[in-house]
């Protein structure tokens, strides 16, 4: 059995790997199309956190989230690559937070003029983990780049999540940046353009 299990992760690891990089070809040679469809917003938040309840009441950390009240709840977007950005951001606050909580927020940052122009919506990913030093911030979105050499012997991954994230979200209109402070914990910030579904 633990041998069987051990093949599971390592095809597992595997097939991330692969996902990451052909992620990534696609995304640099510009040959990924955004679909555009109802996105149920509440529904597709607590679908990218359930994946991580499990790893999150083992490690003892709290697991939130917040929807504001003048966020639509119905947006018109690409669900599939607005889970893998939530997903891959979430993942990533729950693996380097051992104590406290990671939140999750969702915000209007500007509503429509007019009734066809897009919202502007800003989501924050926060944790309690150790922080990401100041002069490491900027490499942390470059193709295979993660700010400490240990992170991949210590938790695996290519160093591809954030830049693929970063591509997408800028492919829907937005832009993604990162605070933090060490010894304090980290919030990844991205915005995206979005129009309102019919609730």
Known sequence: QEFVDAIQKSGDTLLSIIDDILDFSK???????????????????EEALEPLATTTAEK???LTYRIDPDVPAVIRSDKTRLHQVLLNLLSNAVKFTD????VLRVE????PAEPDQPYELHFQVRDTGP??????????????QQADSSTTR????????????KQIVEAMGGDMWVESEVGEGSTFHFTIQVEAGED
């Open 27 to 45: 995304l640099e040679a510009g040959q990924t199309e955004l679909e555009t469809q109802p996105v149920p917003l509440w529904a597709s938040v």
């Open 60 to 62: 003892g950390v709290e």
């Open 99 to 102: 104590e406290g909580e990671v």
């Open 108 to 111: 209007v940052a500007s509503a």
């Open 131 to 144: 922080g990401i030093p100041e002069d490491e911030q900027a490499d942390l979105f470059g193709s295979f």
């Open 154 to 165: 210590a938790h695996g991954g290519t160093g591809l999540g954030l830049s693929i994230s």
